[in-house]
């Protein structure tokens, strides 16, 4: 879908060029704002309602937390 927007933007900048007087303006118009769409629609998420999704390279748990409060009694 990107690509195919910036397809169309790199069509508005030609006839931009083509295009006399005044109408320049909308290829313009088309062609400075394709880009902010393009990447709204490229970043749209695209997972399931109730899919989980984990951290890629997380790290397991450390020893603290396999052993709970009992670190935290000798302290008081």
């Known amino acids: 879908m990107y690509l ?3 397809l169309v933007r790199v069509a508005c900048l ?6 006399p007087g005044w109408w320049k303006v909308l290829p313009a118009i088309v062609a400075v ?3 902010y769409f393009a990447v709204v629609v490229a ?3 695209t997972h399931a309602v109730g899919e989980v999704r984990q ?3 997380a790290l ?3 020893p ?4 709970g409060a009992a670190g935290d009694e000798g302290r008081r």
Do not use: D, T
Request: proline share 16%; net charge neutral.
């Open 4 to 6: 195919y927007m910036m």
């Open 14 to 19: 030609g006839i931009f060029f083509v295009v």
């Open 33 to 35: 704002l394709i880009p």
């Open 43 to 45: 970043n749209v998420s």
């Open 55 to 57: 951290a890629p390279n």
């Open 60 to 62: 397991p748990p450390g």
């Open 64 to 67: 603290s937390a396999a052993s």
